[in-house]
């Protein structure tokens, strides 16, 4: 089987936000979608959209740097 970085959809109380992607990333999202559901059926793509945005994040070096400063309190020099 395909490693993907998304090995679990959390099932959260969902926030509605709507999104227009480009047709090339649509593509890359049904065919992702269809390789984490295997052979046992198909996944509706939107569901993937959280945990990859996520593990992205969790991956950004830069935004946990800034994330970071932004939440630790000044000393006041």
């Not at 969790?58 to 939440?71: H, L, M, P, Q, V």
């Amino acid at each position: 089987m395909t490693e993907l970085k998304i090995t679990e959809i959390p099932d959260e109380k969902p926030v509605k936000m709507t999104v227009a992607l480009p047709a090339d990333l649509h593509r890359d999202l049904l065919a992702y979608a269809a390789l984490f559901s295997g052979s046992g059926g198909t996944m509706d793509p939107a569901r993937l959209v959280a945990p990859m945005l996520r593990q992205f994040m969790i991956s950004d070096k830069g935004f946990a740097r800034a994330r970071r400063k932004a939440t630790v309190p000044s000393s006041g020099k």
